[in-house]
C-alpha cells in the first residue's frame, strides 16, 4: 500500500493565540497517534498577530492532556495559506464571512470545526466554537473538550478520503 498523498488542513481563528492553535496542536497530536503521518497542520489568525504566544490558559490547558503548546507563535493569515490548504477549519460563521470577503473564490472546502462534534459526517448547520480569550481555565477546558470530540470526528471523516 502506497503512501497517501499529503493533505494539508488550515486551522483559522481570529488571533491564533487560543482556539487555532489548540485545535492544531491536538490534531497534530492525535493524527500522530493514528500513524496519519500524511496530514500537515498549519494555524493562522485573520487579524494578522504574529509573534505572540498561544495564551497561558491555553498552554495550561493543553498541558493537563500531555500536550505541549508552550512553543506556538502567532501568525497572520495570507493567500498562500490558502492555497497549499487541502481543507480550512474555521471556529465560527463569522470567519467563514471573513474569508469569503477576502479570499472569494475556494479551491477547497471551508467548514466549522463543529460540523464534527456530532460524527465524521459533516452537520451542515454546526455551532461556533466562542472565543475563551480573557476567561477562565474553566472555559478553556470546555472548549478543549468540544475541539478533542470535533477533531476524534474530522479525523474519522478524512481517513475515509
Do not use: W
Not at 504566544?53 to 491555553?58: H, I, L, R, T
Not at 475541539?147 to 470526528?153: D, E, F, G, M, R
Amino acid at each position: 500500500m502506497g503512501r497517501k498523498p499529503e493533505l494539508t488542513l488550515l486551522v483559522v481563528c481570529s488571533g491564533n493565540i487560543c482556539r487555532s492553535p489548540m485545535v492544531a496542536e491536538i490534531l497534530r497530536h492525535r493524527a500522530g497517534e493514528r500513524g496519519l503521518d500524511h496530514l500537515v497542520v498549519e494555524s493562522a489568525g485573520t487579524l494578522g498577530l504574529s509573534g505572540q504566544p498561544a495564551s497561558p490558559e491555553a498552554v495550561a490547558a493543553l498541558a493537563e492532556i500531555g500536550i505541549d503548546l508552550s512553543h506556538h507563535r502567532s501568525r497572520g493569515l495570507a493567500a498562500a495559506d490558502l492555497q497549499r490548504a487541502s481543507l480550512v477549519l474555521v471556529m465560527t460563521r463569522g470567519h467563514l464571512d471573513e474569508l469569503a470577503l477576502r479570499y472569494p473564490r475556494p479551491a477547497v472546502p471551508r467548514r466549522l470545526l463543529r460540523a464534527f462534534e456530532r460524527g465524521s459526517t459533516p452537520d451542515p448547520e454546526p455551532p461556533d466554537l466562542a472565543d475563551p480569550i480573557g476567561h477562565p481555565i474553566e472555559v478553556y477546558r470546555q472548549q478543549r473538550a468540544l475541539i478533542q470530540t470535533s477533531v476524534a470526528h474530522l479525523l474519522d471523516y478524512l481517513e475515509r478520503r
